[in-house]
């Protein structure tokens, strides 16, 4: 999610060049998840994805942030040995105009 900028000293070890990937949405798409390795190194696509549709099938207003807080406590409990950060983005369109 971040890369080392202005840091010379660890330039040999660390990329500021970031890994972009650009991918189609569709009218279908219900949520973006943004996580670290901390997250992807210990629970699976499938898996987030499942926790993310758990959370907004119950219909709360802060399915998001329920969802980001869910997986974190996953990641910690398959005892992720990297730091851990998750945020979860409601994609869904709404009518509201």
């Known amino acids: ?4 900028i202005g840091d010379a000293y660890l330039k040999p070890y660390v990329s500021a060049v970031p890994e972009v990937t650009v991918t189609d949405r569709s009218d279908g798409d219900e949520c973006l998840i943004l996580a670290s390795d901390g997250l992807w190194d210990v ?9 993310a549709q758990a959370c907004l099938r119950r219909g709360r207003q802060r399915w998001c942030a329920e969802a980001a807080a869910l997986l974190t406590k996953l ?6 040995s990297d730091n851990i950060s998750v945020v979860v983005v409601d994609l869904r369109r709404t009518n509201t105009l």
């Open 1 to 4: 999610m971040s890369r080392s």
């Open 75 to 80: 990641a910690l409990a398959r005892r992720s």
């Open 43 to 51: 629970v699976s696509n499938e898996a987030a994805c499942e926790v």
